[in-house]
């Protein structure tokens, strides 16, 4: 069975700094890949996933990912943070075989101040 | 287009007492799902459906839990009876045909607190 593991439960830093969310799976077929966004208040949001091809995929709000098949990680970067970024982040990973479900990981609270 | 709708959207009782959660899934979508959120963890799955049909229930605690799709469109979530530990936020989410690796999208949860 796939696991994910998030690196950081907490991460505060102003605005404009760079942030890196790490996101690693135990798995060893071929998984889809994605972040979740939930933002205060809201609900569970795609921010982006990765399926096949080009391994660098571009999100919404600025944000990428980068999977890296040898090192069964997919880490989320945004060059430049905004105040609005303050949200909780999750990654989760699925199967490709047959009915594969969504396994997360728990998430990675970020805060930015101004 | 209306997103997953969920209600209520929070929820305090007693043990010992049941609940239930209702979710109404994006119109056209075929897959449901429940999941289950508890503090500081991401969400875990207990049911997809696809249309009607529980296709994986294995995480489900069969001996409280019970859900249901009834025409394949709106499901309900019920335990009884409510122990401490169900303590969570349930979400719902619903997508495309889920073999086809389409985007779910989510409910806004309903917060449960059991006393």
């Known amino acids: 069975a796939q696991s994910v593991s998030q690196h950081n439960h907490h991460v505060i830093l102003s605005e404009a700094a760079s942030l890196e969310l790490g996101c690693n799976y135990s798995y060893g077929g071929t998984v889809n890949l994605f972040w979740y966004v939930q933002y205060p208040g809201q609900h569970l949001q795609l921010l982006l996933k990765?399926?096949?091809?080009?391994?660098l995929v571009k999100g919404i709000k600025g944000f990428e990912a980068e999977f890296i098949k040898s090192k069964f990680s997919f880490n989320l970067r945004k060059p430049s943070v905004q105040w609005s970024d303050t949200a909780e982040y999750f990654c989760?990973?699925?199967?490709?075989?047959?009915?594969?479900?969504?396994?997360f990981g728990a998430g990675t609270q970020v805060v930015v101040t101004p | 287009e209306a997103g997953v709708v969920q209600s209520p959207r929070y929820k305090i009782i007693e043990k010992k007492q049941p609940v239930a959660f209702w979710c109404n899934p994006i119109s056209g979508h075929n897959t449901l799902y429940w999941y289950r959120q508890n503090l500081g963890q991401g969400p875990e799955l207990l049911i997809r459906?696809?249309?009607?049909?529980?296709?994986?229930d294995s995480q489900l605690p069969k001996d409280r839990f019970s859900a249901e799709r009834l025409k394949g469109v709106d499901s309900t979530l019920k335990i009884q009876p409510a122990e401490l530990g169900d303590s969570a936020v349930y979400l719902c989410?619903?997508?495309?045909?889920?073999?086809?690796?389409?985007?779910?999208?989510f409910g806004p949860g309903t917060r449960l607190t059991v006393l």
């Open positions: 459906y696809e249309n009607e049909e529980a296709v994986d």
């Open positions: 989760a990973v699925k199967a490709t075989d047959s009915w594969g479900k969504l396994q």
């Open positions: 990765y399926f096949s091809g080009d391994p």
């Open positions: 989410a619903s997508s495309l045909r889920d073999r086809e690796i389409n985007e779910q999208f």
